[in-house]
C-alpha cells in the first residue's frame, strides 16, 4: 500500500529556511518523479516543485524559484524541501505526492499524496 | 502559465442532485485534465485522468468530459460523502495550474 509521510514543518521566521522531508513505503521511490504542492490557509492548491525519476530534472514555480530545492534520497526512501529565505506568503500546508508516471516519463499530475505538512512563517 | 478557471465557486445541492462544475483553460490543453476531491483537513484524492478517465476505485457517479479549453466534472447523483471542494488541475505543462476549486455544499 503506498505511504506519503510529510515532516519537517513548524514555525519560522522571516528569511530563515526549513527543510521538509517526505518518507514514502509501498512503492521504490527511484522509479517515481515526486512533488511537492501547496495550499495557503482557506486557499486552493498551488503546484511547488517536480523532480523526475532518476534527478534529471528540477521544475520549481516561479513564485518560489530561486528559493528551493528538492531532493531525494532513494536509499532512504525519503524526499526533501529545501526552502530558503521564507516569506509570510510561503505560510501553507505542504503536501509531497507521488506522479503516475513510468520512469522516464512525467505525467505533472498527482495519484497519491501525504497527510500534508504545515508552515507558518511569522515573527 | 497556464490559467485554469473553475466554475461555480460554490455550489448547493442536495443529495440525489445530478451537479456540474466546469473547468476552462486559458489554452487548449488537449484532454490533459485532472478532478481532485478534497474534504476539510485532508488531502486532495484523484478522481479522473486525462480528462475522462476514472481512476482506481473511484464510485461510477463521477465522470468527466471535454477536451481543449472546456471540461466539466459530473455526480450523476450527489451522496453525502460528496460534499467537498473539487479542483480541476492541467497538466499539459511542466509546471501544472489548478482551478481555484469549487465547494460543494448542502
Known amino acids: 500500500q503506498v505511504h506519503l509521510v510529510e515532516s519537517g514543518g513548524g514555525v519560522v521566521q522571516p528569511g530563515r529556511s526549513l527543510r521538509l522531508s517526505c518518507a514514502i513505503s509501498g512503492f521504490t521511490l527511484r522509479s517515481y518523479a515526486m512533488h511537492w504542492v501547496r495550499q495557503a490557509p482557506g486557499k486552493g492548491l498551488e503546484w511547488v516543485a517536480t523532480i523526475s525519476h532518476d534527478n534529471s530534472i528540477e521544475n520549481y514555480a516561479d513564485s518560489m524559484k530561486g528559493r528551493l530545492t528538492i531532493s531525494r534520497d532513494n536509499s532512504k526512501n525519503t524526499l526533501y524541501l529545501q526552502m530558503n529565505s521564507l516569506r509570510a506568503e510561503d505560510t501553507a500546508v505542504y503536501f509531497c505526492?507521488?506522479?503516475?508516471?513510468?520512469?522516464?516519463?512525467?505525467?505533472?499530475?498527482?495519484?497519491?499524496w501525504g497527510q500534508g505538512t504545515p508552515v507558518t512563517v511569522s515573527s | 502559465d497556464i490559467q485554469m478557471t473553475q466554475s461555480p465557486s460554490t455550489l448547493s445541492a442536495s443529495v440525489g442532485d445530478r451537479v456540474t462544475i466546469t473547468c476552462r483553460s486559458s489554452q487548449s490543453i488537449n484532454s490533459w485534465l485532472a478532478w481532485y476531491q478534497q474534504k476539510p483537513g485532508k488531502a486532495p484524492k484523484v478522481l479522473i485522468s486525462k480528462a475522462s478517465i476514472l481512476e482506481t476505485g473511484v464510485a461510477s457517479r463521477f465522470s468527466g468530459s471535454g477536451s481543449g479549453t472546456e471540461f466539466t466534472l459530473t455526480i450523476s447523483s450527489l451522496q453525502p460523502d460528496d460534499f467537498a471542494t473539487y479542483y480541476c488541475q492541467e497538466y499539459k505543462s511542466n509546471s501544472p495550474t489548478f482551478g481555484q476549486g469549487t465547494k460543494v455544499e448542502t
Open positions: 505526492a507521488r506522479d503516475p508516471g513510468i520512469p522516464g516519463t512525467i505525467m505533472y499530475y498527482f495519484e497519491y
